[in-house]
């Protein structure tokens, strides 16, 4: 399994300061809507992995892949990625063993973007 994730930083801060660019109040509304999206892509992502359904947890982790990156989630993004990896190459089992950390990793994620920055 891969452990590169956990060197890699909860929040990516080159892409938040890209966003801060976007004003207070747009990087505000694109957290929360990234905050309450993710919970729901999660529930799909983790039936579509225990139904070994290979089309759905490509399109679920490939989608929440591109909106962890897009809010700067560096290791969710690298859990994503390596459980699309997974399901592409038709490791469906190896691809659910990865789905434990996602839950944790978000509640990191949500934490970091609700906490002020400085």
């Known amino acids: 399994m891969h452990t590169a994730e956990t060197s890699l930083p909860v929040l990516d801060d080159v892409v938040l300061s890209e966003l ?26 983790q039936h579509a992995l225990n139904d070994h359904a290979k089309d759905a947890i490509l399109r679920e982790a490939h989608g929440l892949k591109g909106s962890a990156l897009a809010i700067g989630a560096a290791r969710l ?7 699309e ?34």
């Open 20 to 45: 801060q660019t976007l004003g207070p109040d747009v990087v505000a509304e694109i957290v929360e809507l990234f905050i309450a999206d993710v919970p729901a892509r999660l529930f799909k992502l």
């Open 85 to 118: 990896y997974d399901a592409r190459e038709g490791l469906l089992d190896h691809a659910a063993s990865r789905s434990p950390g996602l839950e944790s990793e978000f509640a990191e994620v949500r934490g970091a973007l609700r906490k002020p920055r400085e």
């Open 77 to 83: 993004a690298s859990i994503c990625a390596a459980i």
